[in-house]
């Protein structure tokens, strides 16, 4: 059994630019004047050519480079709607490894396209280097337009901006690896049967969202540090040798009650299949290297989880803004205009009373940013007097690189927002009878409705707090997972599915304890170890 | 920056192939049972259609874990138009509902079916599946006429057409290797001793001259012959082999014999041709080519085209050797048993006139079965009578002659593949 390297190493703080070397230079403080303005606008039709998708792609990467955009190289791929299904069904990627859950995606979505209850996105943007966009078939001129302001532009440069995708993903190699695990999981179907690999992809699946790190690991410290340490390290026990104390005979129980004591984990894990991955005792070793091709797909994911709101709302600002700027600067006609805008209402559009639109907010925010840079009133000046005045186009990039959601939210979302939204939050408390309105958009309100819309983007909270917390090593090997529940939240009841899978991959049985506020476990789930 | 704008229409257009598979694979239960329902409801000119297979949401759930309903809960929403701080709300009945779907969606009228679509591919593939042609000795290739012709590794002679340039090129580097070797090192030697020679100390000796020259001389000579090694030589040439070989034929004649007399209502009629209909469709997923003979008979027999075979109302009394013989007949005129497989389907009610079925028995026996890949006798009725008697000897002697009993729309199912079911698998 390998040992468990503690993966939350504190002292070192990772240094803003060594994710992957990628260096970026200072952002923009103004637009670059523009060149030469079109003599006429681009020909608009309706119906796109590959000229002309070429011809408004220059001009919308010009526009983007005077706004200091800094993005991967672009791919443009036209699709059909077909096989934009495709990628839908294999969550947006064009490789993946094969597994049922996909075909029955793809089966749903056909479904619904073909009944008409859903449009098609008009594009899959896939984080990779160079960056993949897909233009559908069916759309218009103006649509392939705005997507690949969008698309390449906006979720382009977020891609290669923001600090998560930085740290966590690696553009450039993550197409590489799927075509990898494609073929690894296929040669093990056809080794130990598609039954086996299903069975490993369904455990592994379940426990998806269990299989990330949520901090980054420090970097490795080079053996000349090491030997330093260690050096230290032997000087300070030196010092501390007392000989008087060593000659004292020990005792021999004590030494027994101190092993008995030790737990395996010694600290409580996070990840759980990563966990799984290093320390299942029956894997082998082909479904190991399953479980960590699932881990990395999940861990690849996990920024973009992280990022809706930000990466939605930065890829509308910067097609509006794009857009926009190639109107004034006499390059749209007014017919294109107006298809776009129209999209783009629709894409922004709010439901009052319904589940925010992440779209809307994030445009809604990048915008207000931009306002408060330009325009400030008196309570932004109060609020955001760090932004009020300063040029808006560092601003914003700041804002996009070095926040997530949850902390995106908390920083930036100001009470012009608030009260142009409506925000305000209601508390759902199982023991009162009633809904109570904890805060709305007024003066007493804003403070706590930011905090809540934040901690409502905070993965922490929106997924339930579960962890390896023992392993019975001196008995029956079982697995003991602990559940810390947030507020008296309890646990899903297919939480008892999930741990038949937990067991599947552990091997032997696994049980699961819930506990609450007070620290005492108020539930506790149970599964036998599988019989194989 | 590099852009490029890629077409990807044409290409991969069912990448998620793959995946469906595995999902049919992985509910095979559900669509084996949705395609036995479908073929006991079904109108015979549609068995070929597709089928829409309905399968239970919770047998396709993926637990994930998640927060239940219950616990404090605070939600922020937009369009606050009517309440202030601290106002307090009624919550919907029945729980969580309200925010976020909570109950109403898991259960009771909100659980849908998941619906797909089975192609009439899949539906065909499920619907013969573990079938399999009966003691076949396939067509004997002895006396089959048809050839295919495909790859079998390369030749050193055959047409330009078929030249085969990487492996020929392959070949004449090879060999250009091979000749040249020996030459070239000793070329090097000769122009290392050449460089020692032309600095040696005394360059004027004789001797020294004389070595001088007799190597300009040698490597001149070797030069030329490295030069004279061909860039190709025919002997390199290698050609793509194509052989014939022989395949057994895929040509099949399906006969099927019918009584029409009196006694065989609509809803017997029904019944054999939904038989008849199963053994086509099976066979056309084993031959390219299927011809089909139908053959009617009541004390007369006559070959008719499809509409007469299923429509028309005989009415007398029944002779089914009748049949037997214009089958005979049919088969020495127009199809010889070296270039077809026959197959024959009789369905009857087992009604016969009471002499003529041993003669049909001994018929079968000596004249058609030794001609046919297989023969089946569907009886769609209950009663055994003297047909089915002497059937039922001839079934213990013979292997490539079954016969069951139908007497409901929902056997002919089960019963077709009892006959045709492959060795070693259930029914």
């Known amino acids: 059994m390998t040992t468990v390297e503690n993966r939350r190493h504190i002292g070192v703080a990772p240094v803003l630019d060594e994710y992957g070397g990628r260096r970026h230079g200072e952002p923009l403080r103004q637009m670059r004047p523009i060149k030469q303005r079109a003599a006429s606008p681009l020909p608009s039709p309706s119906d796109w050519t590959f000229e002309l998708v070429d011809q408004y792609h220059n001009v919308i990467r010009a526009t983007a480079e005077r706004y200091g955009l800094d993005t991967y ?6 699709i059909t709607a077909e096989q934009m299904m495709d990628a839908y069904a294999s969550v947006g990627m064009p490789v993946n490894y094969r597994h049922w859950s996909y075909g029955k995606e793809f089966i749903a979505t056909e479904r619904n396209y073909k009944r008409g209850q859903m449009g098609l996105a008009y594009e899959i943007v896939i984080n990779s280097e160079p960056c993949i966009a897909y233009l559908m078939e069916e759309n218009t001129m103006a649509m392939q337009a705005l997507v690949i302001a969008h698309a390449c532009y906006g979720h382009n440069s977020f891609f290669k901006g923001n600090y998560l995708f930085r740290m966590w993903t690696d553009a450039s190699s993550i197409i590489d690896y799927l075509v990898y695990a494609k073929n690894f999981v296929a040669e093990c179907e056809e080794r130990h049967g598609v039954e086996s690999v299903e069975k490993m992809l369904d455990s592994c699946h379940a426990l998806m969202t269990y299989g990330v790190d949520r901090y980054r690991r420090p970097a490795k410290i080079s053996l000349a540090e090491e030997k330093l340490r260690l050096a230290d390290r032997e000087a300070y026990a030196q010092q501390q040798i007392n000989d008087i104390w060593r000659t004292l005979p020990r005792r021999a129980d004590k030494l027994d009650e101190a092993a008995e004591a030790r737990r395996f984990p010694e600290e409580p894990q996070e990840n759980l299949l990563y966990f799984i991955e290093k320390n299942a005792p029956l894997l082998e070793p082909w479904q190991r290297e399953i479980v960590r091709i699932v881990r990395k797909v999940a861990q690849y994911f996990y920024p973009q989880r992280q990022t809706q709101v930000m990466n939605e709302g930065w890829a509308t600002f910067w097609h509006h803004r794009l857009l926009n700027q190639m109107y004034d600067d006499g390059y749209l006609s007014d017919g294109m205009m107006i298809e776009w805008l129209k999209s783009h209402t629709n894409v922004v559009a709010q439901q009052p009373m319904s589940n925010l639109n992440p779209y809307a907010l994030g445009f809604a925010m990048y915008t207000d940013i931009k306002r408060i840079c330009e325009k400030p009133t008196e309570e932004d000046r109060r609020w955001f007097p760090d932004l009020a005045g300063t040029d808006w186009l560092p601003a914003i990039d700041h804002a996009m690189r070095n926040f997530k959601d949850e902390s995106f939210i908390g920083q930036y979302l100001s009470p012009h927002l608030m009260r142009e939204f409506r925000l305000f939050s209601i508390v ?23 905090e809540a819309l934040s901690r409502q983007y905070d993965l922490s909270t929106r997924e339930p707090n579960i962890q390896v917390w023992n392993v019975n090593l001196r008995g029956d090997r079982s697995l003991t997972l602990r559940h810390t529940q947030h507020l008296g939240r309890p646990l899903h009841e297919s939480a008892q599915e999930v741990l038949k899978h937990v067991a599947r991959l552990w091997g032997f049985g696994v049980q699961l304890e819930s506990v609450d506020d007070k620290g005492e476990v108020s539930k506790r789930w149970s599964v036998p170890a599988p019989t194989q | 920056m590099l852009q490029q704008i890629i077409d990807r229409r044409l290409s991969g257009k069912n990448k998620s192939v793959g995946n469906r598979e595995r999902f049919l694979r992985r509910h095979k239960e559900q669509i084996r049972e949705a395609v036995r329902r479908a073929v006991d409801g079904r109108g015979i000119r549609d068995m070929e259609r597709g089928e829409d297979v309905h399968i239970p949401k919770k047998d396709l759930n993926e637990p994930v874990f998640g927060h239940g309903d219950g616990g404090v809960r605070e939600v922020v929403r937009p369009g606050n138009t009517e309440h202030m701080k601290g106002d307090r709300v009624a919550k919907p009945p029945g729980g969580g509902g309200g925010q976020g779907g909570g109950k109403a969606g898991d259960s009771g009228e909100g659980d849908d079916d998941f619906v797909f679509h ?20 396939r067509t004997q290739l002895a006396d089959t006429p048809e050839w295919k012709s495909h790859r079998a590794g390369h030749t050193s002679d055959g047409t330009p057409t078929n030249l085969h340039v990487v492996r020929s090129m392959r070949g004449a580097l090879g060999r250009r290797i091979a000749l040249g070797t020996g030459k070239r090192r000793e070329l090097l030697e000769l122009e290392e001793r050449l460089a020692l020679l032309k600095h040696h100390e005394d360059v004027d000796d004789f001797e020294v001259k004389r070595m001088l020259a007799e190597t300009e001389a040698r490597i001149a000579v070797l030069r030329a012959r490295i030069k004279a090694i061909p860039f190709l030589d025919p002997i390199d040439l290698r050609f793509r082999n194509r052989v014939r070989t022989p ?17 065989m209502d609509e809803s017997r009629k029904d019944l054999a041709k939904r038989f008849f209909i199963l053994l086509y469709l099976f066979l056309t997923r084993h031959y390219d080519k299927i011809e089909v003979v139908f053959i009617r008979h009541h004390t007369q027999a006559q070959e008719v085209d499809e509409q007469n075979f299923f429509h028309a109302t005989e009415t007398g009394g029944t002779v089914v050797s009748s049949a037997l013989v214009m089958m005979e007949d049919i088969i020495k005129k127009r199809y010889p048993r070296s270039e077809w497989n026959i197959y024959g389907a009789q369905a009857s009610d087992g009604d016969n006139w009471h002499h003529d079925s041993g003669r049909c028995r001994e018929l079968l026996a ?11 006798y569907v009886q769609v009725a209950e009663a055994e009578q003297n047909l089915w008697e002497e059937y039922r000897k001839l079934s213990d002697e013979t292997r490539h002659f079954a016969m069951r009993k139908a007497t409901e729309v929902s056997q002919i199912y089960p019963v077709f593949r009892e006959l045709f079911r492959k060795e070693g698998t259930k029914a």
Not at chain 1, 436 to 449: F, K, L, R, T
Not at chain 2, 118 to 137: G, K, T, Y
């Open chain 2, 247 to 263: 395949v057994p034929s895929s040509r099949a004649v399906m006969f099927c014999l019918m009584d029409v007399s009196g006694s």
């Open chain 2, 366 to 376: 000596t004249q058609i079965l030794p001609m046919c890949r297989y023969f089946a």
């Open chain 1, 428 to 450: 759902d408390d199982e023991k009162q009878k009633e809904y109570e309105i904890s805060a709305i958009h007024d003066e007493a309100g804003y403070q706590h409705v930011r």
């Open chain 1, 73 to 78: 190289p672009n791919q443009l791929e036209i």
């Open chain 2, 118 to 137: 089975l192609s009439r591919e899949e539906f065909m593939q499920v619907f013969f599946e573990d079938l399999a042609l009966p003691n076949l000795e």
